[in-house]
């Protein structure tokens, strides 16, 4: 599986809590913005000052926006690069069970804990990168990057599913495979489905 595209997957993931992230340092601005306004300055000095009281919160804001955007663009672009191919490789979906679990309990394990952190504190923050990155490399490592909340906003839902192949002329099934898919897999049984895989457990429907 592409690194990049991992990559991509893991921070995606973790848009509510970017979100988060940004209305809280926005909201620290504005409240010290109120308090250290001078009507007798210029807005420009004011503004300024506002700046440099609250550095730590518009780098946050700046890096996660920056993050956000372009993995945003990534995921879109390599998907329709997938898409785009005209002989993808297919395989038999012989069960597919819907997966409603995943999403809510990805959202309790990772990411309300991490919410915890003050996104206005250096020290907070350099913890909270710390943390972050020994999670990215275990998840991204192990490819536990298929929890996704820009795919959820883009249509997508998650079945665990048995998928059948030929292997060297014989059938072969992987069962309780993750399918990400648009399409409502329960009434696709014993159909092809044209994919890309996360090494043979992890599965994109691309149509």
Avoid at 114 to 135: Q, R
Avoid at 173 to 186: A, P, R
Wanted: aromatic content about 14%; charged content about 20%; glycine content about 2%.
């Amino acid at each position: 599986m592409d690194k990049k595209f991992k990559w991509n997957m893991f921070i995606t993931s973790f848009m509510p809590l970017w979100i988060s992230m940004i209305i809280s340092d926005i909201w620290t601005i504005v409240e010290s913005g109120i308090k250290i306004w001078r009507d007798e300055e210029s807005i420009y000095f004011n503004i300024l000052n506002i700046c440099k009281e609250n550095l730590v919160c518009i780098v946050v804001i700046l890096i996660i926006g920056i993050l956000m955007l372009t993995s945003i663009i990534s995921i879109n672009s390599f998907l329709n690069d997938k898409k785009k191919n005209n002989q993808p490789p297919r395989i038999k979906i012989k069960k597919a069970v819907r997966a409603n679990k995943l999403s809510s309990e990805f959202l309790l394990a990772y990411i309300l804990p991490m919410i915890a952190f003050d996104f206005a504190e250096l020290k907070s923050v350099i913890l909270f990168v710390v943390y972050f990155g020994m999670l990215a490399f275990l998840c991204i490592r192990n490819s536990n990057v298929y929890t996704n909340i820009w795919l959820e906003i883009k249509g997508y839902r998650m079945y665990l599913c048995d998928l059948q192949t030929n292997v060297m002329g014989r059938a072969h099934t992987y069962e309780d495979c993750l399918v990400i898919s648009k399409n409502d897999l329960t009434v696709k049984i014993e159909n092809n489905m044209e994919y890309w895989d996360f090494d043979n457990y992890i599965y994109i429907d691309l149509r």
